[in-house]
Nanobody, 114 residues
Framework: QVQLVESGGGLVQAGGSLRLSCAAS????????MGWYRQCPGKQRELVAT???????NYADSVKGRFTISRDNAKNTMYLQMNSLTLEDTAVYYC????????WGQGTQVTVSS
C-alpha cells in the first residue's frame, strides 16, 4: 500500500524558513514526478512545485526564488525548502506522487505569523 507522509510543518514568523519532507513507503518513486500542493484557507488547492524523475523542477510564480523542491531517491523522500515565508504562504501543504493513480499525503499545516 502506497503511503506518503509529510512532516516539517509548523508555526513560523514571517521572513522565516521551514523545510517540509514527504516520505514515501510501499512504492519506489524514483521514476515518478513528485510535487507539492497547498490549500490556503478558503481557496482551492494549488500546485506549488514539481520535480521530475530526472530532477527538473517547476514552481508557481508565487514561490519562485523562495522555495526549493528536491528529492532523495535513495531515501524515497522529497523535500520543500521554504524561505522568506509570508502570511500568504499559510496553508496546508500536501505532497503528491504522480502516477496512473495519483497518491496524496495527508497534509501538514504551515502557519506564518506576523
Amino acid at each position: 500500500q502506497v503511503q506518503l507522509v509529510e512532516s516539517g510543518g509548523g508555526l513560523v514568523q514571517a521572513g522565516g524558513s521551514l523545510r517540509l519532507s514527504c516520505a514515501a513507503s510501499g512504492y519506489t518513486f524514483r521514476f515518478n514526478t513528485m510535487g507539492w500542493y497547498r490549500q490556503c484557507p478558503g481557496k482551492q488547492r494549488e500546485l506549488v512545485a514539481t520535480i521530475s524523475s530526472s530532477g527538473s523542477t517547476n514552481y508557481a510564480d508565487s514561490v519562485k526564488g523562495r522555495f526549493t523542491i528536491s528529492r532523495d531517491n535513495a531515501k524515497n523522500t522529497m523535500y520543500l525548502q521554504m524561505n522568506s515565508l509570508t502570511l500568504e504562504d499559510t496553508a496546508v501543504y500536501y505532497c503528491i506522487l504522480f502516477s496512473r493513480s495519483n497518491y496524496w499525503g495527508q497534509g501538514t499545516q504551515v502557519t506564518v505569523s506576523s
